[in-house]
């Protein structure tokens, strides 16, 4: 059973350009959560969506940032305009319900540098 | 809003000796779930260890055990006969009882451990 899979593991862009995140969850699993980890911290929640659905955006940047986990295909986190601050590893994780102690597992992650 | 605080931003251990890494949270919830995840160099986050906060016996995974103190709102994770692998990054985390926004975990800044061989 593949893991969690994210791509690109790298992804380099110059400011003001869009980037593109792929999150593909485990088999079985239809919960996605996105985090994000800046230099020297711990990681902080950004989205968890369904199939179709987001369910919580609240630590979300209200602009340049959206995400779509579509009935068939990965979950995407875009990030448009992109700026320096936005420097980070994304991490996405997935899991088969929400809650309780249903385990999170965490893909490889994204490392984003902005120029 | 829960918070979760990991005091030691560094820890070494000599290959084979124990380390406990240390924890502590903020919370009015009377339910709750706790984790320790690994960040080797890879940047990958593994599951170490979980605590369902209702459950007063600390939980153990093979050489990883965790003391919960639900009073003292500590969760310290405990490490024993230190392998090279286990250096890496460890967070600890919280998510709420069910309920509510329960599927967010909240991550401490992590310790980052040091084995010597």
């Known amino acids: 059973n593949a893991g969690v899979m994210q791509n690109p593991r790298h992804l380099v862009r110059r400011r003001g350009q869009e980037a593109r995140l792929r999150c593909s969850p485990m088999?079985?699993?239809?919960?996605v959560y996105w985090y994000r980890q800046l230099p020297e911290e711990g990681l902080k929640f950004m989205v968890y969506l369904q199939k179709e659905n987001i369910i919580d955006e609240s630590g979300m940047p209200k602009e340049r940032f959206s995400a779509e986990f579509p009935k068939e295909g990965p979950s995407i986190l875009r990030i448009q305009q992109v700026v320096r601050g936005d420097s980070a590893a994304y991490f996405c994780a997935s899991s088969v319900s929400a809650g309780g102690l249903e385990t999170q597992y965490f893909g490889p992650g994204t490392r984003l540098l902005v120029l | 809003a829960q918070t979760v605080t990991q005091s030691q931003p560094e820890m070494s251990v000599q290959e084979a000796e124990t380390v406990t890494l240390s924890c502590t949270y903020d919370t009015s919830e009377s339910d709750y779930y706790l984790f320790w995840y690994k960040q080797p160099p890879s940047r990958q986050m593994i599951l170490v260890i979980r605590q369902e906060a209702y459950k007063q016996q600390n939980a153990t995974e093979n050489r990883f055990s965790v003391n919960f103190q639900k009073a003292a709102k500590s969760f310290s994770l405990k490490i024993s006969d230190s392998q090279l692998g286990d250096a890496a990054m460890y967070f600890c985390?919280?998510?709420?009882?069910?309920?509510?926004?329960?599927?967010?975990?909240?991550f401490g800044k992590g310790t980052l451990l040091t084995v010597n061989p």
């Open positions: 088999k079985g699993h239809s919960h």
């Open positions: 985390a919280y998510r709420s009882s069910p309920g509510g926004s329960n599927y967010k975990l909240t």
